[in-house]
């Protein structure tokens, strides 16, 4: 079975430091990984998708199949980036969803 | 519709009780997906529809848990005799095609409270 793993629950940083969420998951087979986050207030949303290899509100994310990873990183961090954040996998085949715990980040000023 | 609602946006029940959560997915829209999200957690797959047709209900906690989309529309999640257990925000989502090929567009979720 897949298994998708935030390590950090929580995340604070101050206003223009990078930041990293991390992300690992467990799959045996070609997984598709994406980031979803929820600002305050408002509905889970896509961020990005491994496979359309964007940036989105300065956010990139690289799939490492050796190390199994899927990071979440940001060179300088803003204010408005402080949300909930879930990186989540989708398998080979089907089409569900398995997401981590989550990593909620704040951004200080 | 602008986005997925999902109603009645809280829920709270005696236990024991039958509820039933409503989803209007966006218009087109071919795939629905339910979660369920404890507090702290992430959202956990229940069941997964195309059309009317529900593929995957592998996710579904007890056989107290029955979902349908009976036009391929609008979605309703029944949970019978509820258990406190039960207490979660249930989620809802859809896309315009597989999930491979169109992204996921949430609801705002219905939290659901059994005492």
């Known amino acids: 079975a897949q298994r998708v793993t935030q390590p950090e629950k929580l995340l604070s940083v101050f206003k223009g430091a990078p930041v990293e969420l991390k992300c690992n998951y467990s799959?045996?087979?070609?997984?598709?990984l994406f980031w979803y986050v929820q600002y305050s207030r408002q509905r889970l949303q896509l961020l990005l998708r491994h496979i359309s290899r964007e940036s989105i509100k300065g956010f990139t994310a690289d799939l490492n199949k050796g190390e199994t990873s899927f990071h979440l990183k940001k060179p300088f961090a803003q204010e408005e980036d402080s949300a909930m954040y879930y990186c989540a996998l989708k398998r080979t085949s089907g089409s569900r969803l398995t997401f981590g715990e989550g990593t909620q980040l704040t951004v200080n000023p | 519709g602008a986005g997925v609602s999902q109603s009645p946006r809280y829920k709270v029940a005696k236990r024991g009780q039958d509820v039933a959560l409503r989803c209007d997915p966006i218009?087109?829209?071919?795939?629905l997906f339910w979660y369920q999200q404890a507090l702290g957690q992430g959202p956990e797959f229940l069941t997964y529809f195309q059309n009317e047709a529900q593929l995957d209900k592998s996710g579904l906690p007890s056989d107290r848990f029955f979902a349908e989309r009976p036009e391929g529309s609008v979605s309703t999640l029944k949970i019978q005799r509820t258990q406190q257990e039960d207490s979660a925000v249930y989620l809802c989502a859809s896309s315009f095609r597989d999930l491979g090929d169109s992204p996921l567009h949430f609801g705002n979720g219905t939290r659901l409270t059994v005492t």
């Open positions: 799959y045996s087979g070609s997984p598709e």
């Open positions: 218009s087109g829209h071919v795939s």
